[in-house]
């Protein structure tokens, strides 16, 4: 770097590298069982990837159309209704983006004037600090109280003020894996009425709920669908993370915001992984409908081997991590142990503090059960022995 270039004007000064890089680089170098970052270790539905092959050999190969493709959309459309009974024009309130980590981004971007003070409930998902910052918002961090992570409501009551201008949102919640119940949806609603508060809600985990639970989409609650960005990802619904295919559905004047952003953010998403997931969402849709018994199963056999090991669980009501204590193995901050879990145990797991500014001792280490049913017994068998 020539020495008149200053160094000292990153926008980011505080970020690094993200903790999921970081812990899977680790995991990798180290050989050891991968419950760190979120993805599962087994492969899509086959039928899907012969739709992606055939949706490349019918020629769609270029680019989609800036908003998604319009039958994606209808059919996004016709399905929240279905789930939500949630009303979305296709036309004008439906985007496809590029995974919802592009959502977030230019939602965010989209509404967040510098100075406007955003509500972030911590612990956060890493990307909504960052997103908030480059477009000179001021995080306002609220944490979950401890060991429950439920929403304390008087806290967001008491952070509320005329500078507030979003609030992020993440139910089924990582890393806690807790859930929102209607009566937080009541809560709020009565909390932003006469507020200019615009909710980005993050819902990628929508269809992983356990023990017979219902998802508390934004969108199923009229007066608050009017001012909400509902983002979600076929990422974690057809194992399938690495097609970056999410969307946002926001009323109409806020959607006509958010596609200025993303039409210079990425302009528009993969063709053939659009075409691919509208086929398989017309033939193939009780796969989704499954899904969250096939993970309260994996829950269950994860929690099931982790008996008589020294950590504790916490509790799991959606998503694919799983909290645990390690308050009775060792004092060390989590990233320290997580490092010595990966090092000495051969597991990787995420040290929760990263999802916080100023990190709470918790001792509370995130491990992913979106694994094979081999990886998670081998990894219980290591972490039994601690
Ligand atoms: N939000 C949350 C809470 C997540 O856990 C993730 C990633 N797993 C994302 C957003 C990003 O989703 P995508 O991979 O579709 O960008
Ligand atoms: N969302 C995933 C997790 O929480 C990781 C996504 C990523 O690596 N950016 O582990």
């Given at each position: 770097?020539?020495?008149?270039?200053?160094?000292?004007?990153?926008?980011?000064?505080?970020?690094?590298?993200?903790?999921?890089?970081?812990?899977?680089?680790?995991?990798?170098?180290?050989?050891?069982?991968?419950?760190?970052?979120?993805?599962?270790?087994?492969?899509?539905?086959?039928?899907?990837?012969?739709?992606?092959?055939?949706?490349?050999?019918?020629?769609?190969?270029?680019?989609?159309?800036?908003?998604?493709?319009?039958?994606?959309?209808?059919?996004?459309?016709?399905?929240?209704?279905?789930w939500y009974q949630a009303h979305y024009e296709a036309e004008t309130e439906i985007t496809i983006s590029s995974g919802a980590t592009e959502s977030l981004m230019c939602a965010i971007q989209a509404m967040v004037h510098p100075g406007d003070?955003?509500?972030?409930?911590?612990?956060?998902?890493?990307?909504?600090?960052?997103?908030?910052?480059?477009?000179?918002?001021?995080?306002?961090?609220?944490?979950?109280?401890?060991?429950?992570?439920?929403?304390?409501?008087?806290?967001?009551?008491?952070?509320?003020?005329?500078?507030?201008?979003?609030?992020?949102?993440?139910?089924?919640?990582?890393?806690?894996?807790?859930?929102?119940?209607?009566?937080?949806?009541?809560?709020?609603?009565?909390?932003?009425?006469?507020?200019e508060i615009i909710l980005i809600s993050d819902e990628v985990y929508e269809h992983i709920l356990f023990d017979g639970k219902q998802h508390q989409s934004l969108s199923r609650h009229p007066e608050l669908a009017k001012r909400s960005m509902?983002?979600?990802?076929?990422?974690?619904?057809?194992?399938?993370?690495?097609?970056?295919?999410?969307?946002?559905?926001?009323?109409?004047?806020?959607?006509?915001?958010?596609?200025?952003?993303?039409?210079?953010?990425?302009?528009?998403?993969?063709?053939?992984?659009?075409?691919?997931?509208?086929?398989?969402?017309?033939?193939?849709?009780?796969?989704?409908?499954?899904?969250?018994?096939?993970?309260?199963?994996?829950?269950?056999?994860?929690?099931?081997?982790?008996?008589?090991?020294?950590?504790?669980?916490?509790?799991?009501?959606?998503?694919?991590?799983?909290?645990?204590?390690?308050?009775?193995?060792?004092?060390?901050?989590?990233?320290?142990?997580?490092?010595?879990?990966?090092?000495?145990?051969?597991?990787?797991?995420?040290?929760?503090?990263?999802?916080?500014?100023?990190?709470?001792?918790?001792?509370?280490?995130?491990?992913?059960?979106?694994?094979?049913?081999?990886?998670?017994?081998?990894?219980?068998?290591?972490?039994?022995?601690?």
């Open positions: 770097m020539p020495p008149h270039i200053s160094l000292n004007r990153s926008k980011l000064p505080e970020v690094g590298t993200t903790i999921f890089t970081v812990m899977s680089a680790l995991a990798n170098k180290h050989n050891a069982i991968n419950l760190s970052q979120g993805f599962p270790d087994f492969g899509c539905d086959p039928k899907l990837i012969q739709k992606v092959q055939r949706a490349m050999s019918d020629g769609h190969n270029q680019y989609a159309p800036m908003p998604g493709l319009l039958r994606l959309r209808s059919l996004l459309s016709n399905l929240q209704n279905e003070e955003v509500i972030v409930i911590e612990p956060a998902y890493d990307s909504y600090i960052p997103a908030i910052q480059l477009s000179g918002g001021i995080p306002i961090r609220v944490p979950l109280t401890y060991p429950t992570y439920r929403v304390d409501w008087e806290k967001i009551r008491a952070a509320i003020n005329p500078k507030t201008r979003v609030m992020l949102i993440n139910t089924p919640h990582n890393p806690t894996g807790t859930i929102w119940e209607d009566s937080d949806l009541e809560i709020l609603a009565e909390i932003v009425r006469d507020t509902v983002i979600s990802s076929f990422g974690k619904t057809l194992h399938t993370t690495g097609w970056k295919v999410g969307y946002c559905m926001a009323p109409a004047e806020l959607t006509k915001e958010f596609r200025k952003v993303h039409q210079f953010v990425t302009f528009s998403t993969s063709t053939p992984f659009q075409h691919a997931i509208a086929d398989y969402l017309e033939e193939e849709l009780e796969q989704l409908i499954t899904l969250k018994d096939f993970y309260q199963q994996k829950r269950d056999l994860f929690l099931q081997l982790m008996e008589g090991s020294r950590f504790q669980p916490l509790a799991c009501q959606g998503t694919y991590f799983q909290l645990m204590t390690y308050a009775d193995i060792s004092d060390e901050e989590d990233a320290v142990f997580a490092q010595r879990l990966i090092r000495e145990y051969g597991v990787a797991a995420i040290p929760v503090s990263a999802f916080y500014h100023h990190p709470p001792d918790h001792r509370v280490v995130r491990f992913c059960f979106a694994k094979k049913e081999e990886t998670l017994v081998a990894a219980a068998e290591k972490l039994r022995k601690i």
